[in-house]
C-alpha cells in the first residue's frame, strides 16, 4: 500500500512516502524564522505550512518516483499541537483526498512518535515501555500492543524539551533549546552544580521540571560570572537523570525486557549514552535522528498501518488540539 502522510503540528513541514511498511521519501523543512522570537509564533508557523506545503509533496512524491494516482491513501496528523498549523495541514490532505477520491486518516501525532522505533528497528515486538521526551510532551507508556497503550506516567508541569528551551532562553542561547544547550555542555563538568531532581520517590512514575527551570533562574541571578559550561552540562544531566531513572523503574515494575525512546528530546547524545550504560541487559531503541524531531515519516507509517486493516476517517474529522492517546 502506498500512503502520503503530512505532518503540520508545530514548526516542522513534512511530506513522506510510506510504501508497505518502507519510507520511501521523506522531506522535512523547519521553520527557521521562529529563532528570532526565541519561541514558536502559531500565525507564522501556520502561514509558513500553507506556503511549503503544495511544493513539498510535489517534490516528496518525485522523489519517490510516485504519481499522484498510484497513491492508496492520504494520512495526516490530526493532533495533538497548535491549532492553527494542524487545520493548515489537515484541510490540506482533506482537500488532496476529495480530489484523487482516497481515504484519510487522521494520525495521532504522540502515537506515531512511537511507532517511529519500528522504522528504527522492525524486529521491535510487543510488549515495550516508551519514554516519550518532547517540548510539548514528557510521558512513559506501556505499549502491550497495536492500540492497547497504558500510560504510567507524565508531566506535571513543564515537558523536559520545554524545560531545554528555558534553560536555554535563561543562559542567553537561542531556540530550540536542546541542541544548544547539548552544545553548550561540551567540556564543561556535569557534577559542577547540584540542580535539583522532582519527584524520585521510588516508583514515582510521574514528571517536573518546573522546579529545575526556577533553580537554574535563582542561580544565574547569584553567580553573574558563572562557567556557562558547567551550568549548561550540569543542568542538562539533571534533566536526563530523571528521564533514565523513571525508564529503569517503568521496565521494572512491568518486567519488559525493552525500551524505545521517541520524541525531538531522544536526539540528545548523553540521553542515549546513559540510557546504554544504565539499562544494561536491556534492549533499548532510538529512532534515527530524522525521525526524533516532528517528521511525516512517522505520519506515513502508521497511517498506512491503519489503512492497511480497513480503519480510516470520516472525511469531516476535527482536529484536536490536546488530542490524547489513551
Given at each position: 500500500m502506498i500512503v502520503l502522510g503530512i505532518e503540520t503540528s508545530c514548526d516542522e513541514t513534512a511530506t513522506a512516502v510510506c510504501r508497505d511498511g518502507v519510507i520511501i521519501s521523506s522531506h522535512i523543512r523547519s521553520q527557521s524564522i521562529h529563532e528570532k522570537y526565541g519561541g514558536v509564533i502559531p500565525e507564522i508557523a501556520?502561514?509558513?505550512?500553507?506556503?511549503?506545503?503544495?511544493?513539498m509533496v510535489f517534490d516528496t512524491l518525485n522523489d519517490g518516483g510516485i504519481s499522484k494516482k498510484e497513491l492508496e491513501g492520504i494520512a495526516v496528523t490530526q493532533g495533538p499541537g497548535l491549532s492553527g498549523t494542524l487545520i493548515t495541514g489537515v484541510c490540506f490532505a482533506k482537500g488532496l483526498a476529495l480530489g484523487l477520491g482516497l481515504p484519510i486518516i487522521g494520525v495521532n501525532h504522540l502515537e506515531a512518535h512511537i511507532f517511529a522505533n519500528f522504522l528504527a528497528d522492525p524486529a521491535l515486538e510487543?510488549?515495550?515501555?516508551?519514554?516519550?521526551?518532547?517540548g510539548g510532551h514528557t510521558q512513559l507508556w506501556h505499549v502491550k500492543n497495536f492500540k492497547d497503550y497504558q500510560l504510567m506516567?507524565?508531566?506535571r508541569d513543564d515537558a523536559a524539551g520545554e524545560?531545554?528551551?528555558?534553560?536555554?532562553?535563561i543562559l542567553g542561547l537561542s531556540y530550540p533549546g536542546g541542541p544548544e544547550i547539548e552544545k553548550m555542555a561540551k567540556g564543561g563538568n556535569p557534577n559542577a552544580i547540584q540542580f535539583p531532581r522532582a519527584m524520585m520517590k521510588k516508583n514515582n512514575l510521574e514528571f517536573s521540571f518546573s522546579g529545575l527551570k526556577t533553580s537554574l533562574l535563582y542561580y544565574m541571578d547569584e553567580h553573574k560570572n558563572a562557567n556557562l559550561k558547567d551550568v549548561a552540562a550540569s543542568y542538562q544531566l539533571?534533566?536526563?537523570?530523571?528521564?533514565?531513572?523513571?525508564?529503569?523503574?517503568?521496565?521494572?515494575?512491568?518486567?519488559?525486557?525493552?525500551?524505545?525512546?521517541?520524541?525531538?528530546?531522544?536526539?540528545?547524545?548523553l540521553l542515549r549514552d546513559c540510557s546504554l550504560n544504565k539499562l544494561s541487559g536491556k534492549k533499548v531503541i532510538f529512532p534515527d535522528l530524522d525521525l526524533c524531531t516532528d517528521n511525516a515519516a512517522?505520519?506515513?507509517?502508521?497511517?498506512?498501518?491503519?489503512?492497511?486493516?480497513?480503519?480510516?476517517?470520516?472525511?469531516?474529522?476535527?482536529?484536536?488540539?490536546?488530542?490524547k492517546m489513551a
Open positions: 501556520s502561514r509558513e505550512h500553507e506556503k511549503f506545503l503544495n511544493e510487543f510488549p515495550f515501555i516508551c519514554l516519550l521526551v518532547s506516567g507524565e508531566t524545560a531545554f528551551d528555558k534553560g536555554a532562553r539533571a534533566i536526563i537523570d530523571v528521564l533514565i531513572t523513571k525508564l529503569k523503574w517503568g521496565l521494572e515494575n512491568t518486567h519488559c525486557q525493552t525500551c524505545v525512546i521517541a520524541g525531538g528530546v531522544a536526539a540528545n547524545l512517522m505520519i506515513a507509517y502508521l497511517g498506512e498501518l491503519y489503512l492497511s486493516k480497513g480503519i480510516k476517517s470520516a472525511i469531516d474529522f476535527p482536529i484536536l488540539p490536546n488530542m
